[in-house]
């Protein structure tokens, strides 16, 4: 694709069976617009999107090459072919920012690829807990997040998705090499995490665990089972676009996990944009 602007955030959402993932999107977009108005923000989608919240809609340039499955991952690293920006961050369709983004160009704008490690609890702390990670664990692995994602057009990059496709095409070879992957389905994260060990680590991330995120995952916020979402065990409330949990406001972006939220933030966020004009 061509470059129609230097800087911008791309989210790439397609819906499946269960889950409006164009919805999340539109959420993260209206919280990306609230907090940085003039940015510029890119959908890649198979839908027939027209909200205007989106400076640009793209389809997949390749078309769905994973039409019967449920996630929807193997598409992902047509992300870089789809992006109208010289400089891009993704960002996971269910999350929301809780205040401008922005200086965070500055933290990448010397590097070609940046992918986030680590994440936080929603007390904003560092996170150790290990539960979703065994197989990261067991592998010696990064311990990568495609939630937060930056590429700069370059060779670099280029290299890098082109791994990223090449593993989830091959996962059923590639998952054997591995140590107790014999039948894990491939996952964006994982996937990013081998690729950047074939590459090396350094070249794809930063020193320090930044960017970060606050994870809803429930054994990371001290859950004790998987079995009931955190939206049934804590109270939360949105303000002025701010999303505070259990009193606690969050200061970093929020993958909020339970999808079922995304409704009541996309209507919160559309509420404020509308008053401002």
């Known amino acids: 694709m061509a470059v129609e602007f230097e800087r911008g955030y791309l989210i790439i959402a397609q819906n499946t069976r269960d889950i409006d993932?164009?919805?999340?999107?539109?959420?993260?977009?209206r919280s990306l617009r609230w907090w940085m108005p003039d940015?510029?923000?890119c959908l890649v989608t198979d839908t027939d999107e027209k909200d205007p919240v989106f400076d640009r809609v793209r389809p997949l340039p390749y078309g769905d090459q994973d039409p019967d499955g449920q996630w929807k991952l193997s598409n992902d690293w047509q992300s870089f072919h789809a992006s109208p920006f010289r400089e891009t961050i993704k960002l996971e369709a269910?999350?929301?920012?809780?205040?401008?983004?922005?200086?965070?160009?500055?933290?990448?704008?010397?590097?070609?690829?940046?992918?986030?490690?680590?994440?936080?609890?929603?007390?904003?702390?560092v996170s150790d807990c290990r539960a979703y990670r065994r197989?990261?664990?067991?592998?010696?692995?990064?311990?990568?997040?495609n939630a937060i994602t930056y590429w700069?057009?370059?060779?670099?990059?280029?290299?890098?998705?082109?791994?990223?496709?090449?593993?989830?095409?091959?996962?059923?070879?590639?998952?054997?090499?591995?140590?107790?992957?014999?039948?894990?389905?491939a996952n964006t994260d994982m996937i990013y995490a081998v690729a950047a060990k074939c590459m090396g680590v350094e070249r794809v991330t930063l020193p320090d665990p930044w960017p970060s995120m606050i994870h809803m995952k429930p054994a990371v916020n001290y859950l004790k089972t998987d079995a009931r979402p955190w939206t049934d065990e804590f109270v939360y409330e949105l303000v002025e676009g701010r999303l505070r949990i259990n009193s606690v406001e969050q200061t970093w972006p929020v993958h909020y996990h339970d999808k079922r939220l995304s409704k009541e933030l996309e209507e919160h966020y559309g509420q404020l944009l509308a008053s401002r004009h």
């Not at 993932?21 to 977009?29: D, F, G, Q, T, W």
């Not at 200086?103 to 940046?114: P, T």
């Not at 197989?135 to 997040?145: E, F, T």
């Open 94 to 125: 269910d999350m929301i920012i809780n205040g401008p983004i922005d200086h965070w160009w500055s933290w990448f704008e010397h590097r070609d690829v940046v992918v986030s490690h680590g994440m936080r609890d929603y007390l904003n702390d």
């Open 135 to 145: 197989h990261w664990d067991d592998n010696d692995l990064p311990d990568l997040y």
């Open 21 to 29: 993932y164009v919805s999340c999107a539109r959420a993260l977009a």
């Open 39 to 41: 940015c510029r923000i």
């Open 152 to 185: 700069r057009l370059s060779a670099t990059a280029a290299e890098f998705f082109q791994w990223v496709k090449q593993l989830f095409e091959n996962w059923s070879t590639v998952r054997r090499t591995l140590k107790y992957c014999d039948s894990l389905p």
